[in-house]
């Protein structure tokens, strides 16, 4: 496992691909992507909300959206382009549109609050934004404070026929809502401007394989959102290593997908491009949290593979009429984005009879480190190392450790990140002296070789697979005027894996936990908000009056 100790400059990382990675030997993600248009142009790529595009569609809108940003637009190579969408069909198409112009994608949580939209687009200097309209009213207040120059516009219907059904309208509703009014500058709508540029194509750049493609944001020990910069080399080995992982799978394992994690988060983000790249066909499900319209939509389609997390099959399990889906096409389940559970996959299998494939991974690696054996999963492990892919058990991330003693896990790999966008130390701190990336999880590895997470980096709270530092919501808190001091931990919840849990000294008596739940959902995404809040007359310190929220685990 361990891998030969070499000094790694930063800017080598994510340049290159071994050969027997790449045999075709792709430059860029466009290559591939034009492969797949090449070999399965008539094939339905993606459904969503009752319309389907084909990879020649994809190909059409795509190359449309790319001539846009750059002869209209006037967008350079190395700009970025924000996307902020649910898990529309639009998504894939703004995606390799912008690919294929050398735009630099910065995929943003649409339930960002308009503070967290400012600090990410800011932070990437983003110049464009897609947006959907039901979401636009939240850029109008933070717009001046971006570098924001055009607001492109979508809504739910543009790429599709009229919508029907039960399922649908439930879909709808939840994701349109009453469409607000908006008062925006240089705003645009995303379908006309794209119509007017179908069948126009543009001088498009020579990409290669260290050039940029997304800026992907994740969070940080100090809980300030850090753009990890993945090149089309890191993005392209992830895809090429699924693939590799995924081979021995039967045939037709991608014929019908079911993709319900959003788009914006990195695991969805690749696993959509594994799929395309196999010339399968996603649906795309924008609100799986109506689970009786998520469950209708199941019964009514032969899926061959679910992408899902630990959350969602536990809740999926549970549903009366789950167990009615048609299972009889279905070949494979993957997981990822937060740790599976023996209850969720026993569960899983009793009802589906299929076993999870459980993999792991973070966004500073693209995402995926390591895959269980898809023909024989190990419930409890996170497998073994994906191809061209090295993991070391360090102490202190430098003396190697043995078999089944308990150390960070450290990973080296064509997929590991080149740096976070603009923060030079933060990359130092997260790299080893001889190139190895620092996940800050703990693991050990058997003498099987498989690889066993022991425990979570030591503060951060992960719900329903996204992560929450509480530097950020303690900073949120702490802003309220009747609060004195404040510290959150994490905690077991069946439903989201964990929740958020919120301790609070007051100097008000009359401060209530409803008060500051709704302090915080005004500056935070819900996931982000504490669920539970305990008040406190003081909270645990060090000597130097740092406070201990391992105490507050331990009580």
């Not at 020990?221 to 590799?244: C, D, E, F, S």
């Not at 599976?340 to 494939?357: C, N, P």
């Amino acid at each position: 496992m361990q891998g030969c100790i070499l000094k790694t400059d930063q800017n080598e990382r994510g340049s290159s691909l071994p050969s027997d990675l790449n045999p075709e030997g792709y430059q860029n993600l466009i290559e591939l992507f034009d492969r797949g248009v090449e070999q399965f142009s008539a094939r339905p790529a993606v459904t969503s909300l009752g319309c389907t595009l084909s990879f020649a569609d994809l190909d059409r809108y795509s190359r449309a959206f790319a001539t846009y940003l750059l002869e209209d637009a006037k967008l350079q190579p190395g700009d970025r382009v924000a996307l902020q969408l649910p898990n529309l069909i639009q998504y894939p198409v703004l995606v390799f549109g912008a690919l294929r112009a050398g735009i630099i994608l910065v995929n943003t949580n649409p339930l960002y609050t308009p503070e967290e939209m400012a600090r990410q687009f800011k932070d990437s200097g983003a110049k464009l934004v897609v947006i959907y309209a039901g979401m636009a009213h939240k850029l109008e207040s933070i717009l001046d404070q971006t570098d924001i120059e055009r607001v492109l516009v979508t809504q739910v219907g543009d790429f599709g026929p009229k919508l029907r059904g039960t399922f649908l309208n439930f879909a709808v509703r939840w994701i349109k809502r009453a469409e607000p009014k908006f008062n925006l500058p240089r705003v645009a709508w995303l379908k006309p401007t794209l119509d007017s540029y179908v069948g126009r194509n543009a001088r498009y750049p020579q990409l290669g394989l260290g050039d940029v493609a997304v800026l992907q944001y994740t969070g940080g020990t100090t809980g300030v959102a850090k753009g990890a910069v993945l090149t089309h080399a890191n993005l392209l080995a992830n895809i090429l290593q699924g693939r590799a992982v995924m081979s021995v799978m039967p045939k037709g394992w991608v014929e019908q997908v079911i993709s319900p994690l959003p788009l914006y988060h990195i695991y969805a983000f690749v696993v959509s491009q594994i799929i395309a790249a196999e010339g399968g066909h996603s649906l795309l499900i924008p609100n799986p949290r109506d689970l009786d319209g998520f469950v209708k939509t199941l019964k009514s389609t032969r899926m061959s593979c679910f992408i899902g997390l630990n959350t969602l099959f536990v809740a999926l399990c549970r549903h009366p009429e789950f167990s009615k889906v048609d299972f009889s096409n279905f070949k494979a389940t993957v997981s990822g984005g937060m740790a599976l559970t023996s209850a969720a996959a026993d569960a899983w299998r009793k009802v589906t009879g299929q076993e999870i494939i459980e993999a792991y991974g973070l966004t500073e690696a693209s995402p995926a480190v390591t895959a269980n054996d898809p023909l024989n999963p190990q419930i409890g492990s996170i497998g073994k190392p994906l191809p061209s892919t090295e993991v070391d058990i360090r102490e202190q991330g430098y003396r190697s450790l043995g078999t089944n003693e308990p150390g960070e896990l450290c990973v080296k790999g064509p997929q590991v990140m080149r740096a976070y966008w603009n923060r030079p130390e933060e990359t130092a701190a997260t790299f080893t002296e001889d190139g190895w990336l620092r996940t800050g999880d703990i693991a050990t590895i058997d003498q099987g070789g498989l690889i066993h997470i022991v425990d979570r980096a030591k503060d951060l709270i992960i719900v329903s697979g996204f992560n929450v530092y509480p530097n950020e919501v303690e900073e949120v808190v702490a802003s309220h005027p009747d609060v004195v001091e404040c510290a959150v931990i994490g905690e077991a919840n069946e439903e989201s894996g964990e929740q958020v849990h919120l301790f609070v000294v007051s100097a008000q008596p009359e401060l209530t936990e409803k008060e500051l739940i709704e302090h915080c959902r005004a500056n935070l995404a819900p996931y982000k908000c504490p669920k539970r809040v305990s008040f406190r007359d003081e909270l645990p310190k060090t000597p130097v009056g740092k406070v201990l929220r391992r105490a507050l685990r331990e009580e």
